[in-house]
């Protein structure tokens, strides 16, 4: 059975996250995406707030909070700026991997400082011709003693341009595919390792998107994550927890294109009377409704099960391509509720279509998770 009242400590979770989002993002988000530039000084803020790393063990400095806490977050932020939510999520995604394969002292260190000072992480398997199929990977790693030698290159890597440590996956074998992929962590600043390009991105444009070189990049053995062999499971099981997070980023957009149409409907007149009294806009706007309400819970339910640790693929999938999708039709919805204005930046749906076309596409496009789901149906 699922219950998804909140509790007082989650609702004051929500309310302290939409505040922020009210507060803090809204009035500087457009000029974030003009520029595209890195929200580090509302990254500050959160992290003193307590809005990052909330799902790091308080043994290592963090809240210890659930999925369920955290999908919360994601979608307040969101609602504010999903380049920004993306930013701040970004470093669960890399701690996620450590936090189920990491030995204490590689949680103790990595964990440990994501919460001791705000610090950046990422999470690196995409490569230019490998996205959604990890098990074809071309990154390569040999093992030299004591050492792991790393060369290839990564691309679209979240804070890739300022992250403090990246978890990377690379193959001893390409022909392989998943059974040669091993996990590795490499500290800002080790030799071999270099930054590439920064995209120029259509949506999501202030979160830091760049390639990853490595050219002879060699680690202590100390440095590799799991048991060699064992980094497409990981990498899934990472997926697994985090899909639901891109979800609520889906959720977030969609409430936010649902109020701004609101608002804009009841303000907006054509033929003597506000839009909100034609039956076509009336029926837009429902239609916006009921694919938020269903994506909640869908999220809710796949936050649930991995907080009472039975994860299931099938939930992730399922929440993340509704949410991803219907994010996309609602935000492109409300464009069309604003009409002429929605194309224009001075109003504020424009931007949440460009940014919801990205949730479609990272951590498994919506193809691939239709995949997921169909392959263990028809198992």
Same mark, same amino acid.
């Given at each position: 059975?699922?219950?998804?009242e909140l509790t007082e ?13 009210r ?7 457009g000029?974030l ?5 890195f ?9 003193d707030l307590?809005?990052m790393n909330?799902e ?5 400095g ?6 369920f806490?955290h ?9 504010g ?13 890399a701690a996620?991997p450590?936090?189920?394969?990491g030995n204490?002292?590689?949680?103790k260190?990595y ?17 230019p ?9 071309r990154c390569?790693?040999e093992?030299k003693?004591d050492t ?6 990564k691309q ?11 978890v990377i996956f690379a193959?001893r074998d390409?022909a ?19 930054i ?6 259509m949506?999501?444009r202030?979160?830091n998107?760049?390639a990853i070189?490595? !050219?002879?990049?060699a680690?202590? #053995?100390?440095? +590799?994550?799991?048991? @060699? %062999? ?5 990498? =899934? ?5 985090t899909?639901?997070d ?15 149409s609101?608002k ?9 009377v506000?839009i ?18 269903a994506?909640h ?5 796949a ?12 939930l ?7 949410c991803?999708?219907?994010a996309m ?5 409300a464009?069309q509720?604003f ?7 001075e109003?504020?749906? !424009?931007k949440?279509?460009r940014? #919801?076309?990205? +949730?479609?596409?990272? @951590? %498994?496009?919506?193809?691939?998770q239709? =995949? ?7 198992a």
């Amino acid at each position: 059975m699922y219950q998804f009242e909140l509790t007082e400590e989650q609702t004051a979770i929500r309310d302290t996250a939409r505040a922020f989002a009210r507060d803090v993002i809204i009035p500087v988000a457009g000029e974030l995406d003009e520029h595209g530039t890195f929200p580090r000084d509302i990254c500050a803020k959160a992290f003193d707030l307590g809005l990052m790393n909330v799902e790091v063990p308080e043994e290592y400095g963090g809240l210890g909070l659930g999925a369920f806490e955290h999908a919360i977050i994601c979608e307040e932020l969101s609602y504010g700026c999903v380049g920004v939510a993306t930013t701040i999520s970004a470093n669960n995604l890399a701690a996620t991997p450590i936090f189920l394969a990491g030995n204490h002292e590689q949680k103790k260190q990595y964990l440990g400082g994501l919460t001791g000072a705000l610090s950046f992480a990422s999470y690196a398997t995409s490569e230019p011709d490998a996205g959604s199929d990890v098990a074809g990977l071309r990154c390569r790693y040999e093992r030299k003693g004591d050492t792991f030698v790393l060369n290839g290159s990564k691309q679209w890597i979240t804070n890739g341009g300022h992250a403090d440590f990246i978890v990377i996956f690379a193959t001893r074998d390409a022909a392989t595919r998943h059974k040669g992929i091993s996990a590795f962590i490499i500290p800002k600043g080790t030799p071999g390792l270099s930054i590439g390009k920064k995209e120029n991105k259509m949506g999501q444009r202030c979160s830091n998107t760049t390639a990853i070189h490595l !050219e002879d990049c060699a680690i202590p #053995a100390a440095n +590799l994550l799991g048991a @060699e %062999g064992d980094g497409f499971k990981l990498a =899934m099981a990472t997926f697994d927890r985090t899909r639901p997070d891109i979800a609520a980023f889906g959720l977030g957009i969609m409430r936010r294109s649902i109020d701004e149409s609101v608002k804009y409907a009841k303000e907006r007149k054509t033929f003597g009377v506000p839009i909100a009294q034609h039956q076509a806009i009336q029926f837009i706007i429902a239609d916006m409704a009921i694919a938020y309400e269903a994506g909640h819970l869908l999220t809710y339910k796949a936050a649930t099960l991995l907080d009472r640790d039975q994860p299931s693929a099938m939930l992730s999938a399922y929440a993340k391509c509704f949410c991803a999708d219907n994010a996309m039709r609602v935000a492109t919805d409300a464009v069309q509720v604003f009409g002429g204005n929605g194309y224009v930046k001075e109003y504020p749906v !424009e931007k949440l279509m460009r940014d #919801a076309k990205l +949730l479609q596409i990272y @951590e %498994g496009t919506s193809q691939v998770q239709r =995949m997921v789901i169909a392959k263990r149906l028809l198992a």
